[in-house]
């Protein structure tokens, strides 16, 4: 079981680095282009808010895709295609934006939690765009999928609470 796992975690490994990658790549950058441009919606909210930028996208992708590629190379049979780190790396992402769109119209502000949406929702959205362009992966059950969300949820807010003793996160969730 643990060698499924593992093997599990290197699977959506491109997601997670995606998901993290954008707060610590616009630190570095040190811009921040936001996605919405400042736009508003039927409810007079912003669409996305300051916190989903260009430059977090780029780098969630990039990050994420890299981090794939680097895996498939050394551990043939993790990926079922050189494209598919980069699938879940960008459905990392939308679903990272779909998370903040979706706060934005519950009236939540920047950095405030939404559980269960901010730590499964770039999950969620990583492995519909694989099965979408793959199918699903071969060790796709019930209980795999239940043990990696609750994994992802444990590693979720740990890395968050790390980012936030970094002073990369203005708050710790």
């Known amino acids: 079981m643990l060698e499924k796992l ?3 975690l290197l699977f959506i490994l491109p997601a997670y680095c995606a998901n993290g990658a ?3 790549g616009v630190r570095l950058i040190g811009r921040s282009t936001p996605l ?12 996305l808010g300051d916190g ?4 977090g996208l780029l780098m969630g992708v990039a990050m994420g895709t890299i981090a794939g590629l680097i895996i498939h190379s050394f551990i043939p049979g993790i990926y079922r295609s050189s494209l598919e780190p980069f699938m879940l790396s960008v459905g990392a992402m939308a679903g ?11 009236g939540l502000e920047r950095g405030r939690p939404a559980p269960g949406l901010d730590q499964l929702g770039f999950l969620a959205f990583a492995l519909l765009f694989s099965i979408f362009t793959f199918g699903p992966p071969r060790w796709l059950d019930a209980l795999t999928l239940i043990l990696l969300v609750a994994v992802t949820a444990i590693l979720h807010i740990g890395t968050n609470y790390l980012a936030y003793l970094l002073k990369l996160k203005a708050e710790p969730y």
């Open 96 to 106: 990272d934006i779909f998370g903040s769109f979706v706060k934005r119209r519950l």
């Open 36 to 47: 919405d441009r400042g736009a508003r919606v039927w409810d007079g909210r912003r669409i």
């Open 6 to 8: 593992a093997q599990i």
């Open 22 to 24: 954008p707060v610590v």
């Open 52 to 55: 989903k930028t260009l430059e």
